[in-house]
């Protein structure tokens, strides 16, 4: 099996904002090195979030709010059930652990089958949708949500990551 974005999944949804506890990270594109970034993020996230006395209400995620073609700019977190007592992430430092929220409003969504080197082609696939799709453009600051520990898996084809990208009505 190969990777693939399911497109016969995508669909938009509604949602509502769903607080968060995360890091933001900045990189020029030459020195990128993203998964050592996810590596250190999200443990350091996890274990903060226990140790302020929230709980974790979904799986991790990244979400893009600049990729390229000098910079990424990336909040990494994980959604929570019960917020733990931490500042605003606007207001911390590079790589502090902070609350932030994704946001509420129309999406779309697909699923990503594969390993994480498919999911370019994922955002490709659900943009060019989104551009089908009448009276919605695309907004800013999609995300992924690693449904699937990658670790766990025992056949790296299967691991499912959902892409959200934020609508904007037209």
Known sequence: MTDRATLADTEI???????????????QMAELDLASAFDRAIPLVASTISARGGEIGG???????????DVVDVEI??????????PPLASVDAGEVGISE??????ARTVH????????AAYDALHDWIHTQPGYDDGAGPWE?????PSSA??????????TWPLVRS
């Open 145 to 149: 949500s690693y449904v699937d520990d």
């Open 113 to 120: 089958q594969g390993t994480y080197d498919g999911l370019s």
């Open 154 to 163: 025992p056949d790296p084809s299967q691991i499912r990551t959902e892409v």
């Open 59 to 69: 799986p991790p995620f990244g979400r893009y709010h600049r990729f390229g073609p």
């Open 13 to 27: 949804l509604e949602l509502e904002p769903q607080a968060t506890a995360a890091v933001r990270v900045e990189q």
């Open 77 to 86: 977190g994980f959604p929570v059930a019960n917020a733990p007592d931490l």
């Open 102 to 107: 994704l946001p509420g409003g129309p999406v």
